[in-house]
């Protein structure tokens, strides 16, 4: 099976987030990392493509920076990486994002096409079902567990309350979540190879996508903020003072 | 003119809806559209709630109906070219919004928790776990697309009548459209629900084991509470995703919510930081929990918890 990732390089959660103060984009680093989110989706990747003697290719729309994050998917044993970026594609919607990785999918035919759920960083949580739409695939969302048999794929779809098996012909788009496989961790060859994969990049004009984004952040304020209470050392008393706060809240 | 997705569950139409019907009343008289086979009982309720037309569209047998459901909704978008078409953040409602915004090249603002109509449309969001209130406007012709999370609004009953039904035939999207569902399964779930509960006890990490739960559900069973989890432990595998409480999990707001062992990631504090009063058990006086508590024990919930249940469960 040809097989698509879509994977984000991000800002390594681990630093604080910040907006640009004139743009409200989020500021978005030299150096950036592999969206955890996106392991899995590389991870279920290879298994298929391992499974069916096929590729993984990563597809990402952002500033490419050092390729960093993009080097980390490689080196977990990703093909190549197709990688869009462009100065003006900068503050994009989801929706610009959809269409330009749908531009960048749409002429390889790939049988599955793979996205998170929802990102870290952005989080908008729409991009997978677009990208279909996009692309007049099925898309079959939020997976907690993949088969694919022959050319028909099949998941569980986590819902409320519990999950629904569905089930669609190739090609088809995948939307997994955290915790549907486990992700491997690169080996040293691993990084090495990675370093030598072939990373296409691409701009906006090379794949023909008009850029219009209809929404636009015009004030970020501070929340009004939850003043934090008291906090208190367990001497062994502990639980008299919640017992005290659950009398005075009227619930025992 | 707000329209209104509205998903029908187990138990009628999706509760997110009614709550965000009930704040649409403020924008006019909204149009629901219902997806799922619907009954005289349910759309009552929306009526109840505040619509005045109703466009139902019902999945065909087998399908999961998403891509048929999203272009019968274009159609209808084209034809009457509502304002403002809203949807709850849950998934069936992503899966339709994010199909309706490629197809009708519109688009969508996620995660808001209020929208205002008042010389061009506007979507409130929380950023960095609550901290900050981002205001964006649409931009261009609508219908503009908004995603609400669940718990933005109250849900009331206005008492209206029943609304006009008009049942929409969905078209056949092609291979789009094919996906099927062969199966489905619903976990067992005992006690209050979580949304619903008054008191809610959470285990994050902290607990250490699977086991472990064990105690947050002894501490649940005296309060009559319903029971949490953080996403890391249910990735683990300890407890199901339907305990989730979060981002990616449920959004509560409960009088009292007991976290034991959670550091209080953004992603946590999203789902729970409105709770009438938090109270936190945490062996690090750092963890930033305790930023949002109103009380805070710094300590091991394997020395707290079992006196905590001992004390509630002698009274
Ligand atoms: C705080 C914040 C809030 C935002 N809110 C909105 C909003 O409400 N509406 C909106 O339209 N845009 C929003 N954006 C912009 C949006 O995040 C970007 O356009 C982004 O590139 C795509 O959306 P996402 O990451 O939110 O996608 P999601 O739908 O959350 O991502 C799901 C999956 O899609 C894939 N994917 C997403 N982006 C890329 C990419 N660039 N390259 C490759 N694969 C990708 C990944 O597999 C990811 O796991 C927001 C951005 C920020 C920083
Ligand atoms: C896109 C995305 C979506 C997400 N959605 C969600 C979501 O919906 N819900 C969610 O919860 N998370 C979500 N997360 C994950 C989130 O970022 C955190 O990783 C997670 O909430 C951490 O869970 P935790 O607090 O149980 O674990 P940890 O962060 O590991 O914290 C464990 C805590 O327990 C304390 N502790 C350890 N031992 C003891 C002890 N003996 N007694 C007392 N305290 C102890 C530690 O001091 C620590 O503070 C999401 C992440 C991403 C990227």
Known sequence: MKIAVCVKQIPDPASPYELDPTTYNLIRPNEQVLDDTDRYGVEVGLQIAGDTDGTVTLVSMGPSGNLNGIRQALAMGADGAILVDD?????????????????????????????????????????????????????????????????????????????????????????????????????????MDAKKKPV??????????????????????????????????????????????????KVI | MAWVFIEETETGPAAVGLEILTKARELGSPT?????????????????????????????????????????????????????????????????????????????????IDVAVDGGVGVTTELFGGAQLVTTMFEGEGPHLVLLRPKSFPAEPAGGAAPTVTAVPLPDPGHAGAARVVGNFIEESQGPKLEEAAVIIAGGRGLGSAEAFGLIEQLAAPLKAATGATRAIVDAGWVPYSKQVGQTGKTVKPDVYIACGISGAMQHLVGMKDSKMIIAINKDEEAPIFGVADLGIVGDVHQVLPKLIEALENR
């Open chain 1, 200 to 249: 296409d990049t691409k701009t906006a004009g090379d794949l023909g996508v008009d850029i219009q984004v209809d929404q636009r952040i015009v004030m970020v304020v501070p929340a009004p903020s939850r003043s934090g209470g008291q906090v208190i050392v367990d001497e062994g008393d502990g639980h008299e003072k919640i017992v005290a706060m659950l009398e005075q809240a």
């Open chain 1, 87 to 191: 100065e003006a594609l900068k503050g994009s919607d989801s929706l610009t994002t959809a269409k330009i990785l749908a531009a960048a999918i749409a002429p390889e035919s790939f049988d599955i096409v793979i996205a998170g759920t929802e990102s870290t960083d952005g989080y908008s949580g729409i991009l997978p079902q677009q990208l279909a739409e996009l692309l007049g695939v099925p898309a079959l969302t939020y997976a907690k567990k993949i088969d694919v048999d022959g050319s028909t794929v099949r998941i569980n779809r986590q819902t409320a309350t519990g999950f629904d098996t569905i089930e669609a012909p190739t090609p088809v788009l995948v939307s997994v979540t955290a915790g549907v496989v486990e992700p491997r961790y690169p080996t040293f060859k691993g990084i």
């Open chain 2, 32 to 112: 629901v559209i219902y997806f799922g086979a619907g009954s005289e009982a349910a759309f009552a309720t929306l009526g109840d709630y505040g619509a005045t037309e109703v466009f139902h569209l019902v999945p065909a047998e087998g399908s999961t109906g998403i891509a048929a459901a999203t272009a019968a909704m274009a159609d209808l978008a084209t034809e009457h070219n509502p304002d403002v078409i809203l949807f709850g953040q849950t998934y069936t409602d992503r899966d339709v919004a994010g199909r309706l915004s490629a197809r009708m090249g519109k688009t969508i603002i996620s995660n808001g």
